[in-house]
Structure formats: structure tokens, C-alpha cells
């Protein structure tokens, strides 16, 4: 249980001081209480300029080992002091949370976290419940990576950013980014002129990144990243007629999904064709032979990262859990389009290489970050629909630990490393002094049992504590309608 005791006084003078510094250091960034709408305002549970957490454990997204009994002070927006709760002092007025048993750790940045939702007949954007499922499980940045909607993503981010709406901080992706005969909702850009009119088009209307989609060729490819680079904004990729050495080579930023969307292993290949193997092809890849190898040594040395997203193809593969949680909050009409849909899934059993893929894709994953690769990670709330905000994100943790990462590991890809990704790692990703207050409050330690990285109580952003539960319970049975 959460408890408050009375405010402490008697704050030293050091204390002080340094609070008083980092105020007059840093300017007004994000959101007061005062500042949120009434209905945002009613899931806030900390609303204080000063708080503190004492006596709790931090993981601090650096990949240090956690620390125990521990005590965090917030003033205004920012981590004003972190110790030993023997030898940190709290300042008179804040408010005490008494967090014994509980771990704190950063706000998760999500990489690969769409704002609409495909996948078992699901209405394709969603203007209220993925958001809230994102702040809800302690995602407080996401990077939308391909949007169905990019003006609707626009509103809602200002929206966010004016406290008029709940959601996390939001790094907007241009359209998809495909070749001729791509889906209606995406860009197919005929010639390599046209890729950079789509580019200056969306970054004026305020997108940070592009992404490439798997239909899109060389020339499109190439002209996207260097007209995004000219404007000092980023490329990703989910790709398949590109290979993933072609786009390195090309100085594209980051790819998604890991090994699963590569198709440089198919020897029949031809140059801006799709590959004719598919997935298929990845089952007999060797990740510890020398043609991996050389493509992580590639990657690694053209500056690209790697995101992660395990959730979504852990629901491709059959024989594979699935939380209860998951179907709970979920519309009943897209709970039973997805039922039916898993239920197929289960029965393509041996007849599906996906369930060898999966363990493909972690096993590459382990070995990128073994040579010195940058690996994020994200849900993508797509694939056959089981992979849902916010949730997903949850899962991310675990079946990194599957992959071989220690939690510690897992919770640096999740936080710091998507931090870096976005570069705004000065001010997110870790538990340190002076970093903006995005932090989660879990009840339980993730570290010694990971599946405790469900039982969320806190997310704190720009410093104000939001209820986990009760923004979670707001759109419990709606997720996919609203």
C-alpha cells in the first residue's frame, strides 16, 4: 500500500540549494497540474511541486545494478536529488510517498508505439484508449513509427502537450513511405524526386522521422533519408525490397522488427525485388555464423540501431501465452475477431516457422547488443492484434529476458536506449539529478520477478503523478472502438 505520512520539514541547506539551481537552470518545460484539463486532472494522484519517495528501490535505466532504500525528490518537473534514504533529507512541505517495497524506474520510451491499431477487424486509429494504455503501463514517450493518420496525430499530440488530453509524449512519423501499389493510407512515391516532396511536405507539418515500408526501392529510399537528413530528422525502416545492408549503406537511421524484416539472406534475391522466401528463409539462418556477423558489423558501423519488437511477433507464433488482461481490454467485437484469429493461429501448429523465427529474432537481437549495437524497443500494436499498447510494452520486458538479457539489460533497451534513439536522452531515460520526472512507481521488484512489471501503481510525467489503475480501468473493455 501507498501511504502519506506528514510533510517533513527540516530540509538542509544544501538540499535547498540545489533545488533552487536546477528551478533557475532550467526553463518551463511540459505541464503543471494547473495547467490539465479537468478531465486529465482526474487521474492525477500527485499534484505536488515537492515529493518524495523514500525508502524504495531505483533502477536506473543506465544499466547499473538497482539500488536499495533509496529516496527520489521531485521539484516542479525535474529529479532535484537521489541517495541513500539515510543521508537524503527531505525539504519542508513535500509530500511523502512511503515506498518500501516498491521499485522505481524510468518512464518507458516506446519506439515502435502506433497510435491506431490493426489487426482482427480493429478500428484502425485511436483517439483515446491507446494513449492512455500507453501512460497507464508507464509509457511516457513514444515514437509513433508509421502513422495510418498523420494529421490526426498532429492534433492529438497538441492536444497532449496542452493537457487537454492524456498520452505520452509523442515523436511524430511521417505516412509509411512505400513503392507503387502499397496500401491507400501510405505514400508511394514514383520517383526519388517524390520521396523528398513527401518528406518536406510532413516535416513542415511536423514530423521527426520517416519510414521506409517494405515496398519502398533503393533510389525512394535513398532520396527520403538524405532530404530528412538535410532537415536534420530521421529514417527508420521496416523493409523487405531494400535490403538491410543497402539501407546502412544508405545512412538510414534505424530498422524495425530485428532480423524478422531482413532480406538479406535470400540468395535468389534481385535488386529492388521482393524477396520470394519470406519469413521462411529466416528459419535456417545460423545467427552465430559469419554472414550475421558481417551485417551486425555493418550496422554497428554505420550508426544504425536496431528496435525491437518481440510482443507483436511472440502473437505470430503459435503455442505462445496469452495474457487474460490482454482480452479484457479489448471491445468485445474485436475481442472475438482476434479470438477467432488466435484460434487459427494454434492450429497451424507444426506448419508455421514462426515459433523457430521468434527465437531467430532474439537470438540476433542478443548478439547485436554482444557486438556493441544500439537496441531499443516498442509494441507495434499490428500483427494479428494480441500485441496491444501499453501491455505489450510490459511484455517487451519479459521476452527480453527470454532473449538473454538480465532485467536490468531489458529495462536500459526499454528507457535509455529509446532515449538515445530520439535524442533527447539529456532529459529522459534514466533516474539521475536534473532529468525531467518520468518515472514509474512498481509494486514489487521486476529485477528478481519481471512479471511484477504489470503492477504499475505511479507514472509520473513532467513530475505529476498520474494513477495507473484508474487511467488503465477508463478504458478497460473499450481498447479497438474508442
Not at 544499466?63 to 541513500?84: C, H, Y
Request: charged fraction near 25%; proline fraction near 5%; include cysteine.
Amino acid at each position: 500500500m501507498l501511504t502519506r505520512p506528514q510533510r517533513r520539514s527540516s530540509g538542509p541547506l544544501l538540499l535547498v540549494c540545489t533545488i533552487a539551481l536546477i528551478a533557475l537552470a532550467t526553463p518551463a518545460v511540459g505541464q503543471r497540474p494547473e495547467t490539465l484539463s479537468e478531465q486529465v486532472h482526474g487521474f492525477v494522484s500527485v499534484d505536488s511541486e515537492t515529493v518524495a519517495l523514500i525508502h524504495v528501490r531505483v533502477v536506473d535505466g543506465r544499466g547499473g545494478a538497482p539500488r536499495d532504500d533509496q529516496t527520489v525528490i521531485i521539484s516542479g518537473n525535474r529529479i532535484a536529488a537521489l541517495g541513500s534514504s539515510d543521508e537524503v533529507e527531505v525539504p519542508d512541505g513535500a509530500e511523502i510517498l512511503e515506498l518500501a517495497g516498491h521499485t522505481v524506474i524510468p518512464g518507458i520510451v516506446g519506439l515502435h508505439d502506433h497510435t491506431h491499431y490493426q489487426g482482427a477487424r480493429g478500428r484502425l486509429f485511436l483517439q483515446m484508449s491507446g494513449p492512455r494504455m500507453y501512460v497507464g503501463s508507464g509509457v511516457t514517450t513514444i515514437r509513433t513509427t508509421g502513422s495510418f493518420s498523420p494529421y490526426a496525430e498532429i492534433t492529438l499530440k497538441a492536444a497532449i502537450d496542452r493537457g487537454e488530453a492524456l498520452g505520452p509524449r509523442m515523436h511524430i512519423t511521417g505516412p509509411y513511405i512505400t513503392g507503387m501499389g502499397g496500401a491507400g493510407y501510405m505514400a508511394q512515391p514514383s520517383d526519388p524526386e517524390a520521396a523528398r516532396r513527401v518528406v518536406r511536405y510532413w516535416a513542415e507539418e511536423g514530423a521527426t522521422w520517416f519510414k521506409g515500408y517494405a515496398g519502398i526501392k533503393r533510389a525512394e529510399l535513398a532520396a527520403a533519408i538524405d532530404e530528412a537528413h538535410k532537415l536534420g530528422l530521421k529514417v527508420t525502416g521496416h523493409l523487405g525490397v531494400v535490403t538491410y545492408v543497402e539501407a546502412a549503406e544508405m545512412g538510414i537511421d534505424s530498422l524495425e522488427h530485428g532480423l524478422l524484416a531482413s532480406s538479406d539472406f535470400d540468395p535468389m534475391k534481385e535488386p529492388d525485388q521482393r524477396s520470394r522466401g519470406g519469413r521462411n528463409l529466416l528459419v535456417d539462418v545460423d545467427v552465430q555464423g559469419p554472414e550475421v556477423e558481417t551485417l551486425i558489423r555493418t550496422l554497428i558501423g554505420n550508426g544504425v540501431a536496431v528496435i525491437s519488437t518481440l510482443a507483436v511477433i511472440e502473437q505470430l507464433a503459435p503455442g505462445r501465452p496469452l495474457e487474460q488482461r490482454t482480452l479484457d481490454w479489448m471491445a468485445p467485437d474485436v475481442r472475438e475477431a482476434f479470438e477467432r484469429r488466435h484460434e487459427a493461429l494454434q492450429e497451424s501448429g507444426d506448419r508455421s516457422p514462426m515459433g523457430v523465427v521468434l527465437q531467430k529474432v532474439m537470438e540476433f537481437e542478443r548478439r547485436f547488443v554482444d557486438m556493441g549495437g544500439l537496441l531499443g524497443a516498442g509494441v507495434d500494436p499490428t500483427g494479428n492484434g494480441g500485441a496491444i499498447p501499453g501491455f505489450g510494452d510490459q511484455r517487451n520486458f519479459e521476452l527480453l529476458i527470454e532473449a538473454g538479457f538480465a532485467p536490468v539489460e531489458a529495462i536500459q533497451i526499454m528507457t535509455y536506449n529509446g532515449a538515445r534513439i530520439l535524442e533527447v536522452d539529456e532529459d529522459l531515460g534514466s533516474v539521475a539529478v536534473g532529468k525531467l520526472a518520468d518515472l514509474i512507481v512498481i509494486e514489487g521488484d521486476p529485477i528478481e520477478n519481471p512479471e511484477t512489471i504489470r503492477e504499475v501503481r505511479i507514472v509520473f510525467k513532467d513530475g505529476v503523478g498520474f494513477d495507473s489503475a484508474a487511467v488503465l480501468e477508463s478504458v478497460k473493455g473499450l481498447f479497438g472502438a474508442r
